[in-house]
């Protein structure tokens, strides 16, 4: 990581938040998210106590069962200073929907908006937090971004994967017709209305094809998952690599669907 971080993340450290779909389908994505918060000076700590953020059950009309989460998530991530995960949809749980789900719980309401606070995605974090813009890693190939809804439109996360990614030696950042268009991913969204979801992501590899890039990425797994799906339905020789995995120089970690690549390390 370049230099010009602004804020020390050594006092109380790092809670790394791995997120369900990372920790159940690419858990390279957390080992490399974690060599680049320590690459950046971060002391990193993965609590065993943590699971799920409580999205699918906040989105699918189950607001107890969220707000239970909710609270088992907030005491395991009280320690620490900073929280990072890896997926701006997750993380746009934690600092937007918590408030709002527990505004009338004595004992969490307040607690809700301080982890809110403290809550970043990886990129976000890296860029806005520590003030790093730049890394001295190297990725020789072309690459388009999808930017994901939720840590677009929750979160503004546009300019910082970029910016890092334009530094990385070796790297070519394309761009899309439309890179702020939904994948038609939207969790369970895909399952519910899965004609309009095939659609929307039809048109999606279309635009990431027309770029002529070799490898696709983005800072949201589920984006990720249902895009390479696709990719690989229609024949489409196109890597892709989560964010975190693309900036910490991951050459030769398969892309989503060709190899497991659970097996290449433990998060925890």
Request: with cysteine; glycine share 12%.
């Amino acid at each position: 990581m370049g230099n010009g971080a602004t804020v020390s993340c050594e006092r109380a450290g790092v809670g790394f938040f791995v997120s369900c779909l990372v920790d159940f389908f690419r858990p390279s994505v957390g080992l490399a998210a974690v060599r680049l918060l320590e690459a950046a000076g971060c002391s990193v700590e993965i609590p065993m106590a943590q699971t799920c953020c409580g999205q699918p059950a906040w989105n699918n009309g189950e607001p107890e069962a969220a707000r239970a989460i909710a609270r088992q998530v907030i005491d395991t991530f009280e320690p620490y200073e900073h929280v990072v995960v890896p997926s701006g949809s997750c993380a746009g749980m934690v600092r937007l929907e918590y408030p709002r789900a527990l505004a009338n719980d004595d004992g969490y309401g307040g607690r809700a908006i301080d982890l809110a606070a403290r809550t970043w995605e990886l990129t976000s974090f890296l860029g806005d937090v520590l003030g790093i813009e730049s890394t001295s890693g190297t990725f020789a190939a072309e690459v388009v971004f999808h930017d994901a809804c939720a840590g677009l439109r929750e979160l503004d996360i546009h300019a910082q994967p970029r910016r890092l990614l334009r530094s990385m030696k070796g790297l070519v950042l394309k761009e899309m017709n439309d890179p702020e268009s939904c994948c038609g991913f939207g969790g369970t969204f895909c399952v519910k209305f899965p004609e309009v979801s095939e659609k929307m992501v039809a048109g999606k590899v279309r635009s990431v094809s027309e770029t002529g890039a070799s490898v696709l990425t983005g800072c949201d797994l589920g984006c990720l998952l249902n895009m390479a799906g696709r990719l690989s339905r229609e024949g489409k020789q196109l890597r892709v690599l989560h964010v975190a995995e693309v900036l910490a120089g991951d050459m030769d970690t398969p892309g989503l669907g060709e190899a497991d690549v659970g097996g290449k390390g433990d998060v925890s």
